[in-house]
């Protein structure tokens, strides 16, 4: 009987609660290494009034990976609606603080966390240490602020040319170990700044997965990001990652072949999104296997399907 495949997933947001729950109906060991370089709503709010390293990327790993009944699920996810204090609040988020406040670390805060859902596997933030997430864009114009490169204030014409943490962060060492004993390690989806190329700027991830004998996945993004990855192709995307993780890293890149509807894109629109383009024209050039398949949810937006892709990562170790 084979051992279960140690899959370490590395993002943050939307993307990877997609991936983990997935990968969690299947025999293998999951580690969720989280971005920590949220700044924005509720999470930002806790951060101000309480001084604590950002709950929410990690909040939604946690729920991602839980096996407990639904109601415990579900009151993670619940936001408030009214309340002075408490509008747009996350109770997730307000639990985790408070586990940070009662154990006396971020990091027992969140293992305590985990025991309460009754999580299937590991949730680690990238590091534990405090840094702002920081963007040059291609005019020389400096954005402070994970929350102000997500939503930008600024021209979102303007290019990024380089992502940076001021002050510099260094990885949590239980990250690093993971990443080194995995069999698979998957970047993204997400968006790729602010949560998959935000955890490579944190000192020594980028080196460890370089290190490390697992197969090297990255799952492109569906749709483009505006300020991010306007206009991006598949390979743009690419040749972003590897400025931060050197050419011949990744094994396998894995892309959505299929054009979602056109009722479906009408959604984003008011976003000024759009499908990422695929240039297989360029595929040549990296050493990278690309595997292009139908990999959209039937939901009513463009999402990946996790079960399909679930199944694809795994037949890749």
Known sequence: MKNPKRIVLIGGGTGIYTLLSGLKKHDCILTSIVSMMDSGGSTGRLIDEFGTLPVGDIRRSIIALSENREIMRTLFEYRFKEGAGLKNHSMGNLILTA?????????EGINSACKILNVK????????????LC???????IVKGETNIDIPKHNSNLKIKRLFLEPY??????????IKEADIIVLGPGDLYTSTIANLVVENISNAINESKAKKVYVCNLMTKKGETNNFTITQHLNELIKYLGKDCLDYVIYNSKMPSQERLDKYKGEESQTVKIDSENFKKFKAKFIGENLISETSLVRHNEEIIAKLILSLG
Not at 169 to 178: G, L, V
């Open 99 to 107: 586990l940070t406040k009662i154990t006396g670390t971020e990091e």
């Open 121 to 132: 596997g590991n949730v680690l933030p990238v590091t534990l240490e405090k840094s702002n």
């Open 135 to 141: 963007a040059e864009l291609e005019n020389g114009e």
């Open 169 to 178: 962060a260094f990885a949590h060492e239980k990250a690093i170990k993971a």
